[in-house]
């Protein structure tokens, strides 16, 4: 009776380096809102490209809940929302929330900047 035998052999491969993808970025809202007022997002809260219609969408958010959970007046009225990277081709953005309920965020034709961090106020 013969029985085989398996030898793995390991060979040295060559290992390209590369820098991250421009889709790596991140677009950083931070927001302000009055301070009486009772905020909360939902993850279905996208920036909308004007050009395109492409939605990048939320990654996290600080200082703020998440639907269905409120958050009231914290120390500065203030939150942070990050989402994907816009497109190259991005001139402008909304900033929705598309909720099926009356009164969503939405901050209409944000001009797109270098940086991709802006501060809009929440009315």
């Known amino acids: ?22 889709n790596e970025r991140q677009t950083i809202i931070h927001c302000s809102y009055n301070p009486e007022a009772a905020v909360r997002i939902w993850p279905s809260t996208f ?39 816009l497109s190259k081709e991005c001139s402008m953005f909304n900033l929705v929330e598309i909720i099926p309920l009356p009164d969503p965020f939405e901050v209409r034709n944000i001009s797109r900047n270098q940086t991709d961090v802006y501060n809009i106020r929440i009315a």
């Open 47 to 85: 920036l909308i490209e004007k050009e395109s219609g492409r939605r990048a969408k939320l990654i996290t958010a600080y200082n703020i809940s998440f639907a269905p959970e409120w958050t009231f007046g914290n120390q500065n009225n203030s939150f942070t929302l990050v989402f994907e990277g």
């Open 1 to 22: 009776m013969s029985t085989a035998t398996e030898i793995l052999i390991e060979t040295e491969q060559e290992v390209e380096v590369k820098t991250l993808p421009d």
